[in-house]
C-alpha cells in the first residue's frame, strides 16, 4: 500500500509570518500530486494539481513546488492571514486513485 | 451552478441494520469516489466508479456496496452497519484524468 506523509502534522503560525510545510511519496508510482485545503466544517477544495517534475503554482499568497524525483512537494504561504487556517492535504495520484495524507493543521494565532 | 450534494448530512443508525448514503452530482463527471474520514487518518477510498455500470474497490470496501445506474449518482451502501463505521463519510467527483475533485458537504454517520 503506497504511503503519503506530510508533516508536520499541526503547527502554528503567528499571523503575518510565512510558512510551509511537506508532502513525501513514493516517486516511483507519481501521476499528479494534489494539494486541497479543508476548513473546519466545511469540505476539502482543490488548491493545486502539478505533474511535472519542477513544477510550480501559485494562488495569491500559497504556492507550491514538486520534486517527482525526490518524491516530495512543498506547500508556502506568504504572510499567513486568519484565514488561512485550515488542514492541508496531499493526495498523490497513482492511477486515477488518490492516496491521501493525514494533512496538515495550520493554525494562525493573531 | 453545478455542484454536489449528499444526503443525509447526519444519520443514527444501529448495528445491524442497512442504510444507505445518497450523492448526486450534477457536474456531468464520469468519475465518482466515496471516503471515510477518521482521526488519526487521511481520507480513505472505500469505492469508486469511472462511469455508469463501472464500480471498484477502494482501500476499505469491506461492509460496504455502490452502484452506478447513471452519470449523476453514486450511493453508498452499508449492508449491515457497525460500531466501527462511525465515521464522516464524503463522496467526490472529477471528470476524468488526473484532474481535482470536487467534494460533497459530508455525511456524519453513527452507529449505536
Known amino acids: 500500500i503506497l504511503n503519503v506523509e506530510?508533516?508536520?502534522q499541526s503547527l502554528h503560525v503567528?499571523?503575518?509570518d510565512?510558512?510551509?510545510f511537506t508532502c513525501s511519496f513514493p516517486s516511483s508510482n507519481f501521476y499528479a500530486l494534489h494539494w486541497y485545503r479543508w476548513e473546519t466544517?466545511?469540505?476539502p477544495e482543490a488548491l493545486f494539481v502539478m505533474t511535472l517534475n519542477g513544477d510550480?503554482?501559485?494562488?495569491?499568497?500559497?504556492?507550491?513546488?514538486?520534486?517527482?524525483?525526490e518524491g516530495y512537494s512543498y506547500l508556502y504561504i506568504k504572510g499567513s492571514q486568519?484565514?488561512?487556517s485550515a488542514t492541508y492535504l496531499c493526495a498523490l495520484d497513482s492511477n486515477y486513485q488518490l492516496i491521501w495524507?493525514?494533512?496538515t493543521k495550520l493554525i494562525i494565532k493573531p | 451552478d453545478a455542484e454536489i450534494t449528499q444526503s443525509p448530512r447526519h444519520k443514527i443508525t444501529e448495528t445491524g441494520r442497512q442504510v444507505t448514503l445518497a450523492c448526486h452530482q450534477t457536474w456531468n463527471h464520469n468519475n465518482m469516489f466515496w471516503y471515510r474520514q477518521d482521526l488519526g487518518h487521511g481520507l480513505r477510498l472505500i469505492h469508486y466508479s469511472y462511469g455508469v455500470q463501472d464500480t471498484n474497490k477502494g482501500e476499505v470496501s469491506d461492509g460496504y456496496s455502490v452502484s452506478r445506474s447513471n452519470t449523476e449518482d453514486l450511493p453508498l451502501t452499508l449492508e449491515s452497519a457497525a460500531s466501527s463505521q462511525t465515521s464522516v463519510y464524503f463522496c467526490a467527483s472529477s471528470d476524468g484524468g488526473h484532474n481535482e475533485q470536487f467534494f460533497g458537504p459530508g455525511t456524519r454517520l453513527t452507529v449505536l
Open chain 1, 101 to 103: 495524507g493525514a494533512g
Open chain 1, 6 to 8: 506530510q508533516s508536520p
Open chain 1, 14 to 16: 503567528q499571523e503575518g
Open chain 1, 41 to 43: 466544517a466545511k469540505s
Open chain 1, 82 to 84: 486568519p484565514e488561512d
Open chain 1, 18 to 20: 510565512s510558512t510551509n
Open chain 1, 56 to 69: 510550480e503554482k501559485k494562488k495569491g499568497r500559497i504556492s507550491a513546488t514538486l520534486n517527482t524525483k
